[in-house]
């Protein structure tokens, strides 16, 4: 499962039940309960969306075109997904990506391109306890992925454009999510997030591993290579406070190490690039959260993208 | 209630998603947006510059039979680039030029248009008439080898051509500029060929005259009005703005691709050369984007010498201000009485 999108949504949510109205009111050992809940949101049924619109300027696997670009406010992502709750510590589920957006050509005009990810199915074991091990408070998870190949390159090998849209894609959430942009694989991939609840803020770390198995080398870009396997691994550190019921501020940081792309050029170098995540969280109620972040890339290969999202998770 | 008020905050929210999902795809029309080429255009179109027919031999660069070299009077503006244009009529046709603004040319017409960075050759960029049609045209680049010994075609444009700051456009953005004109054909006009740029052994208005491949023969070349400053002034304009900024552009199907849908006019119009008062440019321009007399305070030279998206002119394909064109219009300005 998508850590970044839903994950930290996940835990977020029930940062938000944990810190509430209903749990203020709850005697303090009940309320610490809450905290180990944090990624055990209470619905059996829950979904989630997300908008991010922003600037993409990254990196691109082709001798000519080098770099892909999308103008400010014309890189946009729609993420939607919804998960069930199959055993008290079991979630399975389901979420997809459509990325559309504005595409700079080489001489400075612009095609309209839109492409679906690769949508992923995912079951998450959620609420391992941990604190008798360590001796203080750490919850974690465990979630497997295994995507649907559906992201390619539909138009003529020459354009590129579903490939570079998809690019965007994978650029506006700072490559921490390529088993889902990255099209003619099949992606698998394994993720843990560790929880350590504190008295007033949550820290979170999370390791994502997906594995994309190259299917085919049609359409790849011109001056292009493969490999029969793409790793890159990705991970993120946040920390999020409440300082009121209703409202939590959250700064975080993802990191992405391509170490072997399926489609890469071979002189180009597999740069790491880093993200730094603020975000604002509106808990409305106990079943629905509202957040709005901002994602800009810290340096790196993808200097210069920069993204807002308004994202909802709702309890069904 | 509690129920009730958290089903209108859900329903809230996917509201406002989808209301931000909608505006977002209505801007998405925008300007700066161009429609592919159709497939079998580029499929159909030859890989190899060698292929063209523009030298029968590569290595000594000799012309095939009918590849003619000519030159417009006015250049669009293209970074410094180093440029050198062809024209092939096939034989026994005429250009059609009922309308001496807007030329048709027949079937199997190509254009040739070389970019050099220095001495290295970068792309050269070909124009062919495919079909009867106003728009049956092929664009397509081709982007010249390390050994300069051919040129590969390159639909998809280059950014950086060979190490240098020229970027090939993808054959989807020629439209952006040919596109606005009925003749698609830009540089070899009237106008144009009417400059005495071409040289002895190139292709001008009198020699297309001469050899009976107008349809309508003009009987004149066509000579810019006005002083010096105001003939480079106006030649720039058109070579440069007139091609999107004109009241004559073929009416569009698709994107606006560089239709910039407002009243400025460019282009100079072989009937309306008696004064520069007469042309478009000072009857639309002036008091509007160009301010007599001052320079500085005068939209079109704030946009002609500034680069960054969105905020230059002209559009496409330069990242570099044309000092000499800014030069050519500041002085035209300064000299305009207020």
New interface residues.
């Given amino acids: 499962m998508s850590r970044v999108a839903s994950k930290v949504l996940t835990a977020v949510l029930a940062a938000v039940v944990r810190t509430s109205g209903a749990a203020a009111e709850e005697p303090p050992q009940e309320a610490e309960r809450r905290a180990t809940d944090a990624i055990e949101p209470s619905a059996d049924l829950s979904a989630w969306?997300s908008?991010r619109?922003g600037v993409v300027d990254a990196p691109y696997p082709?001798a000519?075109?080098?770099?892909v670009r999308s103008?400010a406010?014309?890189a946009?992502l729609?993420r939607f997904g919804a998960a069930a709750r199959v055993a008290p510590k079991v979630q399975v589920g389901a979420h997809a990506a459509y990325v559309?957006a504005?595409v700079e050509?080489?001489?400075?005009?612009?095609?309209?391109g839109s492409a679906w990810g690769n949508p992923m199915l995912f079951a998450m074991l959620s609420g391992a306890d941990l604190s008798e091990r360590i001796g203080s408070k750490l919850d974690g998870d465990l979630s497997l992925s295994i995507g649907v190949p559906v992201a390619a390159e539909r138009?003529?090998r020459?354009?590129?454009?579903d490939r570079r849209t998809l690019a965007i894609g994978g650029a506006l959430e700072g490559w921490v999510n390529p088993e889902i942009y990255t099209p003619n694989v099949l992606p698998i991939a394994l993720g843990g997030t560790l929880f350590l609840p504190r008295d007033y803020f949550q820290l979170e770390l999370g390791l994502e591993l997906p594995l994309l198995v190259r299917l085919s080398e049609d359409t790849i870009p011109?001056g292009a290579s493969t490999s029969a396997i793409g790793f890159i691994p990705n991970g993120e550190l946040r920390v999020t406070t409440w300082p009121w019921h209703w409202l939590g501020l959250s700064l975080g940081s993802t990191v992405a190490w391509p170490i072997a792309q399926p489609v890469y050029l071979s002189s180009r170098r597999t740069a790491a690039q880093a993200m730094l995540t603020p975000r604002v969280l509106f808990a409305?109620?106990g079943?629905?959260l509202?957040s709005l972040d901002v994602a800009v890339a810290a340096g790196g290969p993808a200097s210069g993208t920069a993204s807002a999202a308004?994202s909802?998770r709702?309890g069904l | 209630m509690r129920r009730m008020t958290t089903l209108k905050a859900k329903k809230g929210l996917l509201e406002a998603l989808v209301l931000c999902l909608a505006a977002l795809s209505q801007a998405c029309e925008t300007f700066h947006y161009c429609d592919p080429v159709p497939a079998s255009r580029i499929d159909a179109a030859p890989d190899r510059l060698s292929d063209t027919g523009l030298f029968s031999d590569m290595g000594t660069r000799t012309l095939a039979p009918g590849v003619r070299p000519f030159r417009p009077g006015f250049e669009l503006w293209s970074d410094g680039a180093n440029k050198q244009r062809w024209v092939y009529l096939p034989p026994g046709e005429t250009i059609d030029t009922r309308n001496m603004d807007d030329w048709q040319f027949p079937v199997g017409t190509k254009l040739w248009k070389e970019f050099r960075h220095g001495e290295e050759l970068v792309e050269t960029r070909l124009l062919q008439k495919l079909g009867p049609g106003e728009r049956d045209w092929l664009t397509l680049s081709y982007l010249w080898n390390d050994e300069q010994s051919d040129a590969y075609a390159t639909p998809e444009g280059a950014v950086d051509a060979r190490g240098t700051e020229l970027d090939v456009p993808a054959a989807s953005e020629c439209v952006a500029c040919h596109g606005g004109r009925r003749a698609f054909v830009l540089g070899f006009s009237a106008l144009q060929l009417s400059q005495g740029a071409s040289g002895g052994d190139g292709v001008d208005l009198a020699s297309l005259e001469a050899e009976g491949l107008l349809s309508n023969p003009p009987q004149q070349t066509f000579s810019i009005p006005g002083t010096q400053t105001e003939r480079s002034a106006l030649g720039y304009l058109h070579a440069n703005c007139g091609h999107c900024h004109n009241r004559n552009r073929p009416s569009r199907a698709g994107s606006r691709c560089f239709d910039p849908e407002n009243d400025l006019d460019f282009w100079l119009s072989v009937d309306l050369l008696d004064s520069p008062e007469q042309t478009p440019t000072y009857r639309t321009a002036i008091d509007e984007v160009v301010k007599p007399g001052e320079p500085r305070d005068s939209r079109l030279l704030e946009l002609v010498s500034s680069r960054g998206i969105f905020r230059q002119m002209h559009p496409l394909a330069t990242e570099r201000v044309d000092e000499r064109g800014v030069r050519i219009l500041s002085d035209w300005i300064r000299e305009l009485a207020p």
């Fill in positions: 969306t908008l619109i082709s000519t075109l080098g770099e103008e406010g014309q946009r729609l559309f504005g050509q080489p001489a400075g005009s612009y095609r309209a138009g003529p020459y354009e590129q454009l011109n409305l109620g079943e629905a509202m308004l909802a709702m």
